[in-house]
Structures are given as structure tokens and as C-alpha cells.
């Protein structure tokens, strides 16, 4: 499995800024679209944005013009630049990459695969 290890939440004031980090490790993988969803106590997870391997990026309504998402193939890492932050805005952030993996008999199989989130918190 394509391991996903998110870092860069926190607490922050309302208008800060926040930079979240997925960094993926494994071999055999060719990852297509990587992504961030976001989760509060009580609600469904929902999509923040993403980002394909050739750069196309869909972004939610509520973080269009505020939020960047950006990716470096050669690292496998997405990011995830969060500005002027609202207290809405608070929830766990969950990193999410999705390809094909490649076994050695030259089979291969879809995966999808979540890291374990983090935190970002901005009282209101």
C-alpha cells in the first residue's frame, strides 16, 4: 500500500495562513490524482481539492481564491497552502492519492490511499 504521512496543521488565528504537506513513499506506484479532503466531528468528509500528475487542479467552492494546491512529482508531494483562514475552515485534513500499481508478473491493480490526517484548527 502506498503509505501518505501528512504534517502542517495547527492552530491558527482567522486570516492566517497554513501549509499543509503529503509526502507518499512506496515503490511500483504511478500516482495519478493526489487530493486533500477535510472532515468535521458530526459531518461527511468532503473534497478541499486536487491536483492531477499533469497539473489540472479542482478546488471546493468555499476555498476557491484562498486555498493552492500544488504538487511535486519528483518528491510525490502534494501541497496544500491555506490562506486567510475562517473558522469554518476548522475540521482534520485528510491526504488522498489514487493510481496504479505495478507487481513484478507485469499485472497491475487501482489503488486508493488516505493518510491519517491532521488537525487544523481556527477558533472563532
Known amino acids: 500500500q502506498l503509505q501518505l504521512v501528512e504534517s502542517g496543521g495547527g492552530l491558527v488565528q482567522a486570516g492566517d495562513s497554513l501549509r499543509l504537506s503529503c509526502a507518499a513513499s512506496g515503490s511500483d506506484f504511478n500516482i495519478n490524482a493526489m487530493g486533500w479532503y477535510r472532515q468535521d466531528p458530526g459531518k461527511g468528509r468532503e473534497l478541499v481539492a486536487a491536483i492531477t500528475s499533469g497539473g489540472s487542479t479542482n478546488y471546493a467552492d468555499s476555498v476557491k481564491g484562498r486555498f493552492i494546491i500544488s504538487r511535486d512529482n519528483a518528491k510525490n508531494t502534494v501541497y496544500l497552502q491555506m490562506n486567510s483562514l475562517k473558522p469554518e475552515d476548522t475540521a482534520v485534513y485528510y491526504c488522498?492519492?489514487?493510481?496504479?500499481?505495478?507487481?513484478?508478473?507485469?499485472?497491475?491493480?487501482?489503488?486508493?490511499?488516505w493518510g491519517q490526517g491532521t488537525q487544523v484548527t481556527v477558533p472563532s
Open positions: 488522498k492519492a489514487d493510481g496504479i500499481k505495478f507487481y513484478s508478473d507485469y499485472s497491475m491493480d487501482p489503488f486508493t490511499s
